[in-house]
């Protein structure tokens, strides 16, 4: 499929593997009900066009708790598949 994207006269083909490697990571995959990014790090990815967040953090541990939390329940649910 990448070599659709190539141009005929230049092989350009790398310039697309970035995009497509975000595409891959932030896709859900069947197996698992997640994207790779999902069970990485415990969230979606930030995109330029979302809106805040709606988690308040006062302090750093906030933040690490929630973390915690999210990726134990992501990566529970799915072994769980």
Same mark, same amino acid.
């Given at each position: ?14 310039? *697309? !593997? %970035? ?13 698992? &009900? *997640?994207? #790779?990014? &999902? !069970?990485?790090?415990?969230?979606? %990815?930030?995109? #330029?066009?979302?809106?805040? !967040?709606? *988690?308040?953090? *006062?302090? %750093?541990?906030?933040y690490y708790n929630q !973390?915690?939390?999210?990726? &134990?329940?992501?990566? &529970?649910?799915a072994r769980d598949q």
């Amino acid at each position: 499929q990448l070599a659709k994207l190539q141009d005929r006269e230049n092989n350009n083909w790398d310039e *697309y !593997l %970035p995009s497509i490697v975000f595409a891959y990571n932030t896709g859900v995959h069947a197996a698992t &009900q *997640y994207s #790779p990014f &999902q !069970l990485q790090f415990g969230r979606d %990815p930030y995109m #330029p066009t979302d809106t805040t !967040l709606n *988690y308040v953090f *006062y302090k %750093p541990s906030d933040y690490y708790n929630q !973390l915690k939390k999210s990726l &134990q329940l992501i990566q &529970q649910h799915a072994r769980d598949q």
